[in-house]
């Protein structure tokens, strides 16, 4: 269990966003995630966020990744840079964008899986853990559906509770980051994960991980970069056209 909340790291937030022209419309989205750091400070944590932008049925992700100058040893320069990964909703392949011209930087046709893997951004794997009935479940003060799961030690090597959120206000989106199978329930998408840790010893590490939270949430962002956003979904649709 342990590995698959590490696996979990980096992940999170969804939003929607503004009106394009000729009634087409352009949502935004930010994945974003916080979990503790593996070690008895649960005080540090580890984030990490990406976007994701809705046009019809085009779907755009734009990763983040490190770029560094080195010189004789020497670091001159240390960034992130963005790669733009374009494709049509449930599409196998899609085409990557860099706007920056580096040794990493390499564009074309790629496979929406291996982008995914690459960039260790693949959607959560919650089908086979929450498929059957919650442990409990309530409707909160915002109206949003809340399951309950307990996972007991006799399952793992520690105590885990899911607390899945499900809300009315994601609808419409043509893709779900968190899982397809369950994205959907009566009309409501699952839009946070949280997850409690109970805390246990762990051989591996030779010490014992305190009661600590993971979170990964979707939530609105404003799209402030209308015009980069819509010149890459262009840029795709003239690939496709072409292929």
């Given at each position: 269990m342990i590995k698959l909340i590490l696996c979990l790291?980096?992940?999170?937030?969804?939003?929607?966003?503004c009106t394009h022209s000729e009634n087409h419309t352009l949502r935004a989205v930010q994945i974003a995630g916080t979990m503790p750091a593996i070690t008895v400070d649960t005080n540090?944590?580890?984030?990490?966020s990406y976007n994701i932008f809705y046009y019809d049925d085009l779907i755009m992700y734009k990763f983040e990744y490190g770029?560094?100058?080195?010189?004789?040893?020497?670091?001159l320069l240390h960034e992130s840079r963005p790669n733009f990964f374009v494709f049509y909703k449930d599409s196998v392949f899609g085409y990557s964008y860099y706007p920056y011209q580096d040794s990493k930087a390499i564009e074309g046709r790629t496979s929406v899986d291996t982008m995914f893997s690459k960039n260790a951004y693949s959607p959560f794997k919650f089908d086979s853990l929450f498929?059957?009935?919650?442990?409990?479940s309530y409707f909160d003060s915002q109206k949003d559906l809340v399951k309950?799961?307990?996972y007991p030690k006799s399952d793992t090597a520690e105590n885990f509770t899911y607390y899945l959120y499900f809300s009315k206000k994601f609808n419409g989106l043509t893709d779900c980051f968190f899982s397809r199978s369950i994205a959907d329930e009566d009309g409501m998408k699952l839009f946070r994960v949280r997850?409690?840790?109970?805390?246990?010893?762990?051989?591996?590490?030779?010490?014992?991980?305190?009661?600590?939270?993971?979170?990964?949430e979707m939530a609105e962002i404003p799209i402030k970069d209308t015009a980069e956003i819509m010149m890459y979904f262009e840029r795709y649709k003239k690939n496709v056209l072409k292929s």
């Open positions: 790291a980096g992940i999170l937030l969804i939003s929607s966003g540090y944590t580890m984030s990490n770029f560094d100058s080195i010189v004789n040893g020497k670091v498929r059957y009935k919650p442990d409990s309950i799961y307990n997850i409690v840790a109970h805390g246990h010893y762990y051989d591996e590490y030779k010490f014992t991980l305190p009661p600590r939270e993971l979170l990964y």
